[in-house]
C-alpha cells in the first residue's frame, strides 16, 4: 500500500499537535498539511489543482471553526470538484454529539464517515486503510 496524503483542517491547536504525532505513529502517510479553517484549505486546494501528486488522499475536517466552517468548506469542495483529478476522502471530525451533524454529514457524497475526537492511532489506521 503506497502512502498518501493527509490534510487536517481544525481551528484547535492542541488538537493539531496531538494528530500531528498520532498521525506520524501511524506511519501510514507521506506529508501531512494542517489548516486552521476551511478558507485555508480551499485556498491551498486552488492553489494545486492540477497537481495531482500534492492533492491530499484524506482530508479530516472540523465542523466548528471560524472564517470558513466545515460545512461552507463542503458547499465549496462542490464548486471546485470537477477540477480536482483525484478522489479525495474526507472524514468529519468532531466533538460534537448533535444528530443534527451526523445527519448532515451524510448529506454529502464526499464525506466518507462522521469520527468523534479524540482520534487515536487505531482510527487513523483505519482510515489509512479504508481510504
Known amino acids: 500500500m503506497s502512502k498518501k ?3 487536517v483542517v481544525d481551528d ?3 488538537y493539531q499537535v496531538i494528530i500531528h504525532k498520532i498521525i506520524q505513529k501511524s506511519e501510514m502517510f507521506s ?12 485556498s491551498a486546494l486552488h492553489k494545486i489543482i492540477g497537481k495531482t ?3 491530499p488522499d484524506i482530508i479530516l475536517l472540523d465542523i466548528n471553526m471560524p472564517v470558513m466552517d466545515g460545512w461552507e468548506f463542503m458547499e465549496e469542495i462542490k ?6 483529478d483525484k478522489k479525495v476522502i474526507i472524514y468529519i471530525v468532531s466533538s ?9 454529514s451524510k448529506e ?10 479524540p482520534v487515536n492511532v487505531k482510527d487513523i489506521m483505519m482510515i489509512a486503510e479504508n481510504s
Do not use: H, M, P, R
Not at 460534537?96 to 448532515?104: G, L, P, Q, Y
Not at 454529502?108 to 475526537?117: G, L, R, T
Open 5 to 7: 496524503i493527509i490534510w
Open 31 to 42: 506529508a501531512f498539511s494542517s489548516f486552521k479553517n476551511g478558507k485555508e484549505a480551499v
Open 79 to 84: 464548486t471546485i470538484k470537477s477540477q480536482i
Open 12 to 14: 484547535d491547536a492542541i
Open 96 to 104: 460534537s454529539i448533535a444528530i443534527e451533524d451526523k445527519n448532515k
Open 53 to 55: 501528486e500534492l492533492i
Open 108 to 117: 454529502f457524497n464526499d464525506v466518507f464517515a462522521f469520527i468523534s475526537k
